[in-house]
């Protein structure tokens, strides 16, 4: 079964000429980790945006986890998806437990099950000693760090990153990188991530999906698709390769 498959998404914001995707089309198999990989504005994350069914795509078709994009879509992928968002999504004023404990409460989740469940994930991460510290004072891989545990709290089988380890420090993005391996394959969750940092993308990813001005340039394996091109060494290269080295901004 495929954890996602998109064919021929389009996708126009209301007040634009230009289309922001212009017929992506990818598809990966569960328990991958996969990389959404492609150059700023390219449309990694309206394309997150349209699978978590936050915003519509003007045509083409979408499913996630066999459920196909329709009218109570959102309902359906809810328990199955787990979002960790670009923007840190935390109320400042509340502890880093409130914070989970709330999200935990939309879920259904409650009482001591939730509690211990938060607490075991607070220490996995790190975050114990600042557990009951509000969330607003930390770090940004403490929020970072916060965030992923939110978007994990009601085990999903389909977990999404845009940009999770944007902006924070070695050690947490060596703490990020190591948990989504070992959630991965300890619980066999199926990840698409997006990242600038291709090395980063190398290694964790088994495939990757490179898009350009809306649309899939190249998908593969990261070796396989260093293998296939003689001039190139690294993953870089090979995005360099099918996107070019013209400033997008
Ligand atoms: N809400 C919106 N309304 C209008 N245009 C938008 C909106 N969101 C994104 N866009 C435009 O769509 C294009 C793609 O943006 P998107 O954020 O999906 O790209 P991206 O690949 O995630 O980029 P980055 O790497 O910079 O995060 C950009 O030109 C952006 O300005």
Redesign the pocket.
């Known amino acids: 079964m495929y954890s996602i498959a998109v064919q021929d998404l389009h996708k126009t ?4 000429l ?1 289309p ?1 995707l212009k017929g992506l089309s990818f598809a990966f198999p569960t328990g991958k980790i996969v990389g959404l990989l ?12 349209i699978l978590c069914g936050l ?1 519509k795509a003007g045509k083409g078709s979408v499913q996630v986890l066999g459920i196909p994009q329709e009218a109570n879509y959102r309902e359906r992928i809810k328990r199955a998806l787990g979002v960790v968002p ?1 923007q840190i999504a935390l109320f400042p004023q509340l502890t880093a437990f409130e914070n989970l404990e709330y999200f935990g409460n939309l879920y259904g989740f409650k009482g001591p099950a939730l509690k211990t469940q938060i607490l075991a994930l607070l220490e996995q991460f790190g975050l114990e000693k600042a557990a009951h510290k509000e969330t607003g004072k930390f770090s940004g891989g403490m929020k970072r760090r916060t965030n992923i545990i939110a978007a994990i709290l009601h085990r999903p089988r389909l977990l999404i990153l ?2 999770p380890t944007a902006g924070v420090d070695v050690q947490s993005r060596s703490m990020i990188l190591q948990f989504l391996r070992d959630y991965n394959r300890s619980e066999g969750v199926s990840i698409l991530y ?1 990242s ?1 940092l291709l090395e980063e993308a190398q290694h964790l990813c088994e495939d990757v999906v490179i ?1 350009d001005d ?1 649309r899939q340039v190249v998908q593969g394996n990261p070796a396989a698709l260093i293998n296939a091109l003689p001039a190139c060494r690294n993953l870089e290269d090979v995005f360099l390769h099918f996107t070019g080295s013209k400033l997008r901004d």
Request: charged residues 15%.
């Open positions: 914001y209301n007040g634009s230009e922001t492609g150059p700023n504005g390219a449309g990694k994350t309206t394309t997150i945006s915003v670009q845009d940009e997006t600038h898009m809306g």
